[in-house]
Nanobody, 115 residues
Framework: QAQLVESGGGLVQPGGSLRLSCRTS????????MGWFRQSPGLQRELVAA???????SYADSVKGRFTISRDNAKNTVYLQMNSLKPEDTAVYYC?????????WGQGTQVTVSS
């Protein structure tokens, strides 16, 4: 049974928007810093955005001003709103929960930015 369930990827034109969602259990969500990573073919997985359990956020320089990470504590869900998408944002996006003891990964969702 998947502990992190992602949704929201797809194909979008440059300049478009997508919102990714990642749902988990209340137990995991309440104790974890949540993050979104991405990986393109031949490249290392990189951190895109993260949000602590108290709501503090951080972003990769490449997405600042375009992406927004948020968490809905009532739904045990973290979101990544992606605006002004560029072809270089094309990657598999992975949700991550860092409990402080372990890292839990989602299955990944493909985001393709192309005209």
């Amino acid at each position: 049974q998947a502990q992190l369930v992602e949704s929201g990827g797809g194909l979008v034109q440059p300049g478009g928007s997508l919102r990714l969602s990642c749902r988990t259990s209340r137990m995991i969500f309440s104790i974890s810093a949540m993050g979104w990573f991405r990986q393109s073919p031949g490249l290392q997985r990189e951190l895109v955005a993260a949000i602590t359990s108290s709501g503090s956020t951080s972003y990769a320089d490449s997405v600042k001003g375009r992406f927004t990470i948020s968490r809905d504590n009532a739904k045990n869900t973290v979101y990544l709103q992606m605006n002004s998408l560029k072809p270089e944002d094309t990657a598999v996006y992975y949700c991550n929960a860092n409990t402080g003891v372990s890292n839990i990964w989602g299955q990944g969702t493909q985001v393709t930015v192309s005209s």
